[in-house]
């Protein structure tokens, strides 16, 4: 069985910093995606950047690019340049590609981004 | 990118009532949808997987007979909480999937049970 761990429940960052959020997993499955989400206060699921695990380059979205490190079944989000609507929670998530698309997420981190 | 919607946005109930949930992919067809449960400060937890023209597949612990899937079109998916009761109340949110690639998330539907 697939499981997501995200150690960091809460974190916070001054308003133009960078911070890193962390995020490993654990699966026996060869190819997969890996995921982060943002939930804001209205509970909105959006997507923020996706991993394909046969995919050495790390992702990159503007602001927010990905550590991806396969051997270590390691997934860290940074996010730069941290702006006051980055503030909401944070969820990895893990897809195989085989079976039925199934998301598996982690607990979740708090981020707040301070002025 | 492709929208889920979910309706109500939030429903109040008596206890003893049942409660219908709709999920729409409104411009992809999704064969396969999901429904989670979220409290509060928590992660989502996934309840089923809901198939087109067959029987949810449920996880562990989820009482098939007191959430209801159904899943009747390609572009509609159904949860009826039966019976509803105080400790049913919580955020159910549906997702439509488009491949591996992307999962779109309906808005969520905060139900409140008294």
């Known amino acids: 069985a697939q499981t997501v761990t995200q150690s960091q429940p809460e974190m916070s960052v001054q308003e133009a910093e960078t911070v890193t959020l962390s995020c490993t997993y654990d699966?026996?499955?060869?190819?997969?995606?890996l995921f982060w989400y943002k939930q804001p206060p209205s509970r909105q699921m959006i997507l923020v950047i996706r991993?394909?695990?046969?995919?050495?380059q790390n992702a990159t979205e503007n602001r927010f690019s990905v550590n991806f490190q396969k051997a270590a079944k390691s997934f860290s989000l940074k996010i730069s340049d941290s702006q006051l609507g980055d503030t909401a929670m944070y969820f990895c998530?893990?897809?195989?590609?085989?079976?039925?698309?199934?998301?598996?997420f982690g607990t979740g981190t708090r981020l707040k981004v301070l002025a | 990118g492709a929208v889920v919607s979910q309706h109500p946005s939030w429903v109040i109930c008596k206890s003893g009532t049942s409660v219908k949930i709709e999920c729409r992919s409104l411009?992809?067809?999704?064969?396969?949808m999901f429904w989670y449960r979220q409290f509060p400060k928590q992660s989502l937890m996934l309840m089923a997987t809901?198939?087109?023209?067959?029987?949810?597949?449920?996880e562990q612990g989820v009482e098939k007979d007191k959430f209801l899937i159904n899943h009747a079109s390609l572009t509609l998916s159904t949860l009826t909480v039966t019976s509803a009761h105080p400790e049913d109340s919580s955020f159910y949110i549906c997702?439509?999937?488009?491949?591996?690639?992307?999962?779109?998330f309906g808005q969520g539907t905060r139900l409140t049970v008294v």
């Open positions: 699966t026996s499955e060869n190819n997969y995606y």
């Open positions: 809901s198939n087109e023209g067959s029987k949810a597949t449920y």
């Open positions: 411009d992809f067809q999704a064969t396969t």
């Open positions: 998530a893990f897809s195989a590609t085989s079976g039925t698309y199934k998301y598996i």
């Open positions: 997702s439509a999937s488009r491949g591996y690639t992307e999962a779109f």
């Open positions: 991993q394909e695990a046969y995919k050495q």
